[in-house]
């Protein structure tokens, strides 16, 4: 069974940029038609769809959050990750990797346990 | 954007008894529709892609249907564990997610 889990400083001042790696398990991040990718859930409010990358390196973003978002892949450590940019109050929250299928906005049919990351001084 | 709204936004039923959530679209998604279960602690999992298909491993109990801007997913005789968030989504247009049902034990 698939497992993926997130990792990374809980804790993010602002204007910094917030760092999380997801590590992939039981699979491999070079298999044909999976795309990996990244969710989030402020406090009390939705998800959010962030974005994904194929292993090849080709990377579909979420526009509402502009160029702040990056993704990146290693398949030599099984792992992909996630840098957001001049973070603010209005990004902490809980940030999810994930494994989406077949298309760039394909289901998402493995999820991580989710990592709670705060933005404060 | 395409807006998903769920309701109920809280739904309190017994075990045993039938759950019926409903999530619509701000405009159609065709049925390109899934369901996702949260729970503390754990990580989420698929339950329903493509409006009515099943994901692997799921029990029967769970029914998706609907297309277009109608959805509904249907627990059949709540199990405890069945005691959940049930978040929709689409991706006929990006992705986005409903504000979630969140099934409570009466």
């Known amino acids: 069974q698939l497992q993926l889990q997130e990792s990374g400083p809980g804790l993010v001042k602002p204007s910094e940029t917030l760092s999380l790696t997801c590590s992939v398990s039981?699979?491999?991040?070079?298999?044909?038609?999976?795309?990996w990718g990244w969710i989030r859930q402020p406090p009390g409010k939705g998800l959010e769809w962030i974005g994904n990358?194929?292993?090849?390196?080709?990377?579909y973003y979420n526009p509402s959050l502009g160029s702040r978002v990056s993704i990146a892949v290693d398949t030599s450590k099984n792992q992909f990750s996630l840098k957001v940019s001049s973070v603010t109050a209005a990004d902490t929250a809980v940030y999810y990797c994930?494994?989406?299928?077949?298309?760039?906005?394909?289901?998402?049919?493995?999820w991580g346990q989710g990592t709670l990351v705060t933005v404060s001084s | 954007e395409i807006v998903l709204t769920q309701s109920p936004a809280t739904l309190s039923l017994s075990p045993g008894e039938r759950a019926t959530l409903s999530c619509r679209a701000s405009q159609s998604v065709s049925r390109y529709l899934a369901w996702y279960q949260f729970k503390p602690g754990q990580a989420p999992r698929l339950l329903i892609y493509d409006a009515s298909n099943r994901a692997t491993g799921i029990p029967a109990r769970f029914t998706g249907s609907g297309s277009g801007t109608d959805f509904t997913l249907t627990i059949n005789g709540l199990e405890p564990e069945d005691f959940a968030v049930y978040y929709c989504q689409q991706r006929s247009s990006l992705l986005t997610f409903g504000g979630g049902t969140k099934v409570e034990i009466k």
């Open positions: 994930a494994r989406q299928r077949g298309y760039s906005y394909g289901w998402i049919d493995y």
């Open positions: 039981d699979g491999s991040i070079t298999s044909s038609f999976y795309y």
């Open positions: 990358i194929y292993y090849s390196g080709s990377t």
